[in-house]
């Protein structure tokens, strides 16, 4: 396996992180999500996403986002404040081990109802009004809702409605669709080896066109000559997602 590829497993919009897998010194390139709040930043792909989102549905008129990207240093203060103010199981539920938060990817973003008033930590976001609108959309420009309250006992974080997390087209509406959680995805698209030449066929609305999705070993020949997207899943393998008609 080449130092390139071993690298790869753990960069791309598709890692897993959570307590099991923590994030490598990942080399995004970051933005600021809102002129209005220049020091919320995400990976620059996530970002222009979400803008084109909240374009798409006057978003930034009701919502606000709350914390974006979080260098280590900071996701560790966050960490050592909550478990000081709040104790242990609080902390445990709604704070991230540092090393292990999808905001040290620069891939998760926390918004909240526009209000005098914002809970950092447990931000309101509504299933109502504007806010149930970006959720209702969020899949379409590749952003899920990651912690659902039917998913704990496979994420080990309780219910965050606002926490979203990008993870791209066609992959948001397929875990969407499926009411599955990131985990799920991950697990379902390791069972399509390239390898064995078996694919995951989905048709996406989003951008009216036909995809096929597998997953690889990092130690085999990628595709030649075909355009696929690569993202580690950030376990053992690379995903590959081939556009295959529009």
């Excluded at 960069?11 to 970051?30: A, F, H, R, T």
């Excluded at 292990?100 to 005098?116: M, R, V």
């Excluded at 698209?189 to 951008?207: C, K, M, T, V």
């Amino acid at each position: 396996m080449t130092s390139d590829l071993k690298n790869r497993i753990h960069s791309g919009s598709l890692i897993l992180v959570n307590p099991d897998y923590g994030c490598s010194d990942l080399q995004n390139e970051m933005v600021t999500v809102h002129p209005s709040f220049p020091d919320i930043q995400l990976e620059k792909e996530a970002a222009h996403m979400l803008s084109l989102c909240m374009e798409s549905i006057h978003g930034w008129d009701g919502i606000v986002p709350v914390s974006g990207y979080r260098p280590h240093s900071e996701q560790q203060k966050i960490f050592d404040d909550c478990l000081k103010q709040d104790g242990p199981e609080f902390t445990s539920q709604y704070v991230a081990i540092p090393g292990h938060s999808e905001h040290e990817t620069g891939l998760a973003i926390d918004l909240g109802k526009k209000q005098e008033k914002i809970d950092f930590i447990r931000p309101d976001f509504p299933h109502e009004g504007i806010c149930q609108v970006f959720r209702d959309a969020a899949a379409k420009f590749g952003f899920i809702e990651r912690y659902a309250e039917e998913k704990q006992s496979i994420t080990h974080i309780s219910s965050e409605p606002w926490h979203f997390r990008y993870v791209g087209i066609p992959h948001a509406a397929i875990i969407t669709q499926h009411h599955l959680s990131l985990e799920e995805y991950i697990d379902l698209i390791r069972s399509y080896p390239y390898e064995l030449s078996q694919y995951y066929s989905s048709y996406s609305a989003a951008d009216h066109a036909e995809y096929r999705i597998s997953s690889i070993g990092a130690d085999i020949p990628l595709p030649a000559n075909r355009t696929v997207r690569i993202s580690g899943d950030n376990i053992s393998r690379l995903i590959l997602t081939e556009m295959i008609r529009r």
